[in-house]
Every structure is written in C-alpha cells, then in structure tokens.
C-alpha cells in the first residue's frame, strides 16, 4: 500500500479525486459469523493498540482501518469475508488532523486528512456534527458507515475561527453547499 500523499500539496479537488478514487473493500456486505475480540483498541488519541501494545507501522493501521465496520447496536468490528473480531474504541476510530479550506462562505470548501491518511471532504454526505460534552465541545466529522473522526483541538481551532468570522445568522461553516452550525 502505497504512503498517503502529502496534504499540503494537494488541492480541493486533488483530493476529492482521491477521495472518489480510494475504492475501500466492501465490508458492509460481510456478514461471518462472529469469531471472538480482537485483542485490539483505538485510543481516543487515535492511536491503535493489540494487546496493549501501540500498532506503530502506519500501514498496518491504514490496512486495518479499511476493514473497520460499525455494528447496528453501535460496537466496532474488524471484519472480512471469513471474520468477525470485536475492537474497542474510546471515541471515535478516527482522529481529523488536518483541514485545508478553500473559499469563503457559502463556496468554501473544507477537506480533512485523517491520522489514517484517508482523505474526506465535509459534506451533506460527510457531515460535521459538534456534541457538547462535560469537557467541552467535540466536534466529528462522519467518514463512512456510521464511523467518525474525532476532529483533533488544533483543526477545532480552525474551524471555530472561520465559523466565527463568518456573517451567518449563528455560528458555523459552510463546505461543499451545506452550513453546518458550531453548537450542538
């Protein structure tokens, strides 16, 4: 698996054509019979752990990630086609780290790279979402089949300083045609 490519360089639409071109494996049509835990855990930091130890090779992480699954009663699941293992996660199994915006207002248009190296642009489809929590704000971006990133303070940061010099009516962004609103 090649290394993701580096954000800085890449453009809104490098990366919605990344995004479009990243054909990730069908695991919404698994359905194995469960086969045990999986001995592993997602930080809330983002980091990955087996057995207690952190995963460090970033391409086993990514392979893993692409075979992460949401259950219906809100579980996490590591699955293929002759596999099921359960995984825990603190939060949320994928951390924002970095956002790149382009436009202003209603044209703007904000991309996240994950710790992963995934790349999701917010949208109708991908939206952002800020749940308000005894330690404050936690804002989520929506990756793909009821998972989320945790999106990191920094890229918080960013993102409450463009919500908050914008001329809307509350406080919020706006990406790829939809506004979503900073409180929760």
Same mark, same amino acid.
Request: glycine share 8%; aromatic share 8%.
């Given at each position: 698996?090649?290394?993701?490519?580096?954000?800085?360089?890449?453009?809104?639409?490098?990366?919605?054509?990344?995004?479009?071109?990243? $054909?990730?494996?069908?695991?919404?049509?698994?359905?194995?019979?469960?086969?045990?835990?999986?001995?592993?855990?997602?930080?809330?930091?983002?980091?990955?752990? =087996?057995?207690?130890?952190?995963?460090? $090779?970033?391409?086993?992480?990514?392979?893993?990630? $692409?075979?992460?699954?949401?259950?219906?009663?809100?579980? &996490?699941?590591?699955?293929?086609?002759?596999?099921?293992?359960?995984?825990?996660?603190?939060?949320?199994?994928?951390?924002?780290?970095?956002?790149?915006?382009?436009?202003?207002?209603?044209?703007?248009?904000?991309?996240?790279?994950?710790?992963?190296?995934?790349?999701?642009?917010?949208?109708?489809? =991908?939206?952002?979402?800020?749940?308000?929590?005894?330690?404050?704000?936690?804002? &989520?971006? =929506?990756?793909?089949?009821?998972?989320?990133?945790?999106?990191?303070?920094?890229? &918080? &940061?960013?993102?409450?300083?463009?919500?908050?010099?914008?001329?809307?009516?509350?406080?919020?962004?706006?990406?790829?045609?939809?506004?979503?609103?900073?409180?929760?």
């Amino acid at each position: 698996m090649a290394p993701p490519p580096d954000f800085d360089t890449l453009t809104i639409a490098d990366i919605a054509r990344l995004a479009d071109g990243d $054909r990730l494996p069908p695991v919404e049509r698994w359905n194995p019979a469960h086969c045990g835990d999986s001995e592993m855990r997602i930080a809330r930091d983002g980091t990955w752990y =087996h057995q207690g130890a952190p995963i460090t $090779r970033p391409a086993m992480v990514r392979a893993f990630s $692409r075979i992460l699954r949401r259950e219906s009663d809100g579980g &996490y699941v590591l699955v293929t086609p002759v596999e099921k293992l359960d995984i825990a996660v603190e939060d949320a199994p994928f951390v924002a780290v970095e956002m790149k915006a382009e436009g202003e207002g209603r044209d703007a248009t904000l991309a996240f790279r994950l710790n992963t190296g995934e790349l999701v642009t917010a949208s109708a489809t =991908h939206p952002l979402r800020f749940a308000e929590q005894a330690d404050g704000p936690h804002p &989520y971006l =929506h990756v793909r089949g009821g998972l989320e990133a945790l999106i990191a303070r920094p890229v &918080y &940061y960013e993102l409450a300083e463009r919500a908050l010099a914008g001329d809307d009516a509350g406080p919020g962004v706006w990406s790829a045609g939809t506004f979503f609103a900073l409180q929760a």
